[in-house]
């Protein structure tokens, strides 16, 4: 222990709260003249309770708990399903640049032309490497996404009088899933997966009726897997008088060598977070375009961009779309970046991020599988599934091993999620590891699996020890939630 | 390609170690009538020096609001965001990092999104704030389906004073989620009375402060009607800086707080990514939709942070969820969260207090032009002007001087002719008296 | 009082005169880990049999309790509020969720004894 708590590059940061030093400001702003104001004596009176701070205390701050985050990066980030891959620079760059950055969303739309012919060449890109013909740029996250799809199938079954009540979706789904359905109005009815972890066509037959809105069906799986029977399922649904929503989510397995359309797909979001690597930023923000078949295409939320002689125009209202769902047109700053990541890759290097990733994960797979336990058999797409059946008896937990890999300088894959297998190790290397990084990450998980099956549980459950925090009590977060900072009671009153 | 760093020796080895020819045999679970050989039918991949300059050309052929004097408001401001804001978020360690599942190597984004968690309970005067929503209209949204939780009903009333775009957003998501929506018409004057239409049905009142007009009225008495009634009082801010000068939501009895909170540390980006702020009481706090992060204590007793109350959000509700939303505005509100820690309790009173000073001798000037009249008795940084013309068409015009005049109403409400001449026009701190010289003198010829 | 039943959803009651008293069993708390919140219904509602009457929490999962038989929510434990991990210490005694008035005692006779329920929860588990 030091005498300031702090070790080495890892140090103890208080909150601001914390740190204030009152009338302190990091921002020089020039005096306002005073006198009466317009507010309606709606003005406060008391103070909120901000800290004050100068400059230097604020960089100071922010840059220490930064360096308390694991990031991509840093290092390998093997998140299952979350796609961790390289962010370009060149995206924060362009993104930045006067006459980007700086348009307000309500200009003149002929001041703006430059930003819409963006738009729409992003939309040519993502209609073109899915093969469909329309585009909904305004969803702000992969959920917001699926909320779309959803509400613009109930609208094209609302405009023929076909009031439908059900969405079929997979046992495996991503949460997100059921509650878009159930948020959009839906009863949910799971479909189980079958021993091959993929949609269990007979079940989905037989729960297929004149009530279905649509099937909710992530390609490739969350399993990892290719749906190889997704066109006959298309046809199913289709057939009932539904539509395929398809949870694009691992889109980026696929593209340049699948194109969603030819597979019946009506409506798909694109997490470009994840395919197209803008920035994951902590947590969002995310950009959830959806793709559309002819059939749903007129009942798209406004805004959309047209192009006609005059040149681009912005669309903000329209009787036959489905309504609107944010204000504004759309996560410009992420379309920005995602077409300056396509624009670098081209076609064909799209083609090739999307085969490098399906290589690694099936590398890992390959190399890993003798000693851990793959979920299922067969090649995998850009994720590498494995269950907890090595584990058996060894007193170690999936967790465990993430924790575990806390300490070897890894970021842990997804565990416990999909729900359909026990245990479950989630491991997406992408694109952007290299053969070097992939195999440290293999010889430490190989490390790991026979240090487990040596008996050496204890290790595992003290992990991490080489953290900025061991493990977290969660239990106590959650049965006394503490979700903000409060002043400490002053002395006088603590007396009382 | 400089972003893939398998070289053709390292495929090669790794096909040959998973035991399978080519790549093309790793995806033999396509159909083979879906499966694509040929090229996509897209250019060919590009170096940074094409990339920038193709983006360079996007750019040229607008006019961004930093090349011209700029007073348009309506729910997205400019305003001026500190450089270490923005050389803070670009730190791999922020940009470059996932969700803080992984509490133990997550300290710093999770320590950051507390931090904003109590500064948006402080600003909005609430117990407690989520981790953020996608943006100020989606968070309205959940704003409503929440209070019909919390009440058991399903009929909200909506102000005539909320944004536009924001009134369009509950419209849809009702008529989704099958609940009511009672739209007051639009209230330039916000002399509406919303308590006429309270009944034993409604679940929620959603009114904006300072509203889309830029007036500002009390609250408290009509929360005090909403609150006998059984219902809750939802409060929109589109311009958070607002919150900098003017009473607290909180203050005035708000049930739930939803903000835009773009104005502070984000850029005007075309309208998004942007960030939704949201408040509300601690009683309600397990009906709040979004992520929360939580403090707790590692194994050794050291204070740390989680996110906590998860069993409420979709990864473990599933259909029963409070709310579909997985991701929040994570790095928006790293940016917001920096930028009102480098302001303070003095330097945010200042910035709210230089804007309201700068609408003053807005208003001022503008209604000195013959034909304008100042719609708004009260306002913080954006008032509506009534114009003798059609305010899209001037608006036009003053393109043409070099101007970006502010937001014609008609853009928003494009089918009420009573409101096409009514012209919205904000002034933040980095408008000059100079540019609102020119802009009342542009005004003037455009209108003789 | 009644000896006590059990559901294979791995609620517990037992009866005294009309007032049930309801509870989740030790096998259910086992598997569910640490409590973190209990999700109790308002008294005065009415609750079917097989129908959801609260919501258990653990840190990474929620669960519906169904009440064994119909009835009338007449008391709930109050204290679970502030001590949620009474559930997991005290499953049958002071982890108790809710107090039903009784509407039809016959439907007792479909659950479970103790010795049905060990052998159900033996043999799937």
Partial sequence: MTTTGHRGLDHEEPLIFEQDSPGLSGVDLPLPKGGPDRLGGLGRSRPLGLPGMAEPQVVRHFTRISQRNYAIDAGMYPLGSCTMKHNPRLNEKVVRLPGLGDLHPLQPVRTVQGALRLVDTLAHWLKTLCGMPAVALSPAAGAHGELCGLMTIRAAHEARGDARRKVLVPESAHGTNPATAALCGYDVDPIPANDRGRLDLAAFKAKLDGSVAALMLTNPNTCGLFEDQVIEAADLVHRAGGYFYCDGANFNAIVGRVRPGDLGVDAMHINLHKTFSTPHGGGGPGSGPVVLSAALAPYAPVPYVVHDKGGFRLIESDPKAFGRIRAFHGQMGMFVRALSYMMSHGGDGLRQAAEDAVLNANYVMARLGDLLSPAFLGPCMHECLLDDHALKDTGVTTLDIAKALIDEGFHPMTVYFPLVVHGAMLIEPTETESKASVDQFIAAMRALALRAKSGDAEFFHESPTLAPRRRLDETSAARHPVLRWRPPAPPAAAAE | MRYLPLTETDRKSMLAAIGVRSVDDLFVDVPATARRAGPVGLPSFQGEIEVERAFQAFARENLGTGSAPSFLGAGAYRHHVPASVDALIQRGEFLTSYTPYQPEVSQGTLQALFEFQTLVAMITGMDVANASMYDGASGTAEAALMANRVTRRKRAVVSGGLHPHYRETIATYARYSDFQVDLAPPDPTATEDLAARIDATTSAVVVQYPGFFGQIRDLAPLAAKVHAAGALLIVVVTEVVALGLLKTPGEMGADIVVAEGQGLGNQLGFGGPYLGLFATRDSFVRQMPGRLAGATVDVEGRRGWVLTLATREQHIRREKATSNICTNSGLCALAFTIHLTLLGEAGFARLARLNHEAAMALAERLGQVAGVTVVNDTFFNEIAVRLPKPAAAVVDDLVDAGILGGVPVSRLYPSEPALADLLLVAATEVNTPDEIERLAKALAEVLS | ?125
């Fill in chain 3, 1 to 125: 009082m009644s000896a006590r039943r059990y559901t294979k959803d791995h609620e517990w009651i037992i009866v005294d005169g009309d007032i049930a008293t309801v509870g989740i069993t030790d096998f259910a708390q086992e598997q569910l880990g640490d409590v973190v919140f209990v999700d109790l219904p308002a008294i005065g509602k009415e609750v079917t049999k097989g129908g959801e009457a609260a919501v258990v929490e653990s840190v990474k999962a929620a669960s519906e309790v169904y009440a064994p038989i119909a009835g009338t929510v007449v008391a709930v434990n109050d204290g679970l509020a502030g001590e949620p991990a009474k559930v997991n210490a005290e499953p049958f005694g002071g982890g108790w969720f809710m107090k039903l008035k009784v509407k039809d005692p016959s439907e007792l006779d479909g659950l479970l004894d103790e010795a049905a329920y060990r052998a159900f929860v033996a043999e799937s588990h």
